[in-house]
T-cell receptor
Framework: GQQLNQSPQSMFIQEGEDVSMNCTSS?????WLWYKQDPGEGPVLLIA?????ELTSNGRLTAQFGITRKDSFLNISASIPSDVGIYFC???????????FGGGTRLMVKP | NAGVTQTPKFQVLKTGQSMTLQCAQD?????MSWYRQDPGMGLRLIHY???????DQGEVPNGYNVSRSTTEDFPLRLLSAAPSQTSVYFC??????????????FGSGTRLTVV
């Protein structure tokens, strides 16, 4: 099946810094989704991307659907303590409705 | 609007016991899925459904059964619990026609320990 490689696995940054994380695959995906998971909770959808090259923002978050359709990127600008959590990418292949998830990026923000 | 509701939130089982994890959604979503999340790992798909009466296996289906008799409910059954099934289980739903398309909404999870 498809695999998504998400990096970095963890990041420890200073409040106010910008953050970048990415997801890559050997397979082509038709949809890319980015989720955030807080401790003890289910993942919450942040951004959904549907077209190659698409760039979408949600407040301080910006995500891009890679041109090759095999990768996606998430940037967080001016991080704040409440950005702490685990960020997951997820991809959907063309003919199905199932999502494949990356392994997650654990973000820690130092005030 | 409750979204996706999972019960129970916590459960301890003895090896060999069976149980059903409940999942209900009130968004009239066609698609529903069950995932498990193990420590430090991403989510792995157990079973999924594209509509009432239709289910299929995901990546890790062994030891689990599902049924979808209504659009709203998608219970997950553990047939004979094993310690390897200790995990956090998430139910999720989505629709191809409601924005965001295919953007699954997740429940808050069931934390299962098998001893």
């Amino acid at each position: 099946g498809q695999q998504l490689n998400q990096s970095p696995q963890s990041m420890f940054i200073q409040e106010g810094e910008d953050v970048s994380m990415n997801c890559t695959s050997s397979s082509i995906f038709n949809t890319w989704l980015w989720y955030k998971q807080d401790p003890g909770e289910g993942p919450v959808l942040l951004i959904a991307l549907y077209k190659a090259g698409e760039l979408t923002s949600n407040g301080r978050l910006t995500a891009q659907f890679g041109i090759t359709r095999k990768d996606s990127f998430l940037n967080i600008s001016a991080s704040i303590p409440s950005d702490v959590g685990i960020y997951f990418c997820a991809g959907r292949v063309n003919a199905g409705n199932m999502l494949t998830f990356g392994g997650g990026t654990r973000l820690m923000v130092k005030p | 609007n409750a979204g996706v509701t999972q019960t129970p939130k916590f459960q301890v089982l003895k090896t060999g016991q069976s149980m059903t994890l409940q999942c209900a959604q009130d968004m009239n979503h066609e698609y529903m899925s069950w995932y498990r999340q193990d420590p430090g790992m991403g989510l792995r798909l157990i079973h999924y459904s594209v509509g009432a009466g239709i289910t299929d296996q995901g990546e890790v289906p062994n030891g689990y059964n599902v049924s979808r008799s209504t659009t709203e409910d998608f219970p997950l059954r553990l047939l004979s619990a094993a310690p390897s099934q200790t995990s956090v289980y998430f139910c999720a739903s989505s629709s191809p026609d409601k924005l965001p398309s295919y953007g699954y909404t997740f429940g808050s999870g069931t934390r299962l320990t098998v001893v």
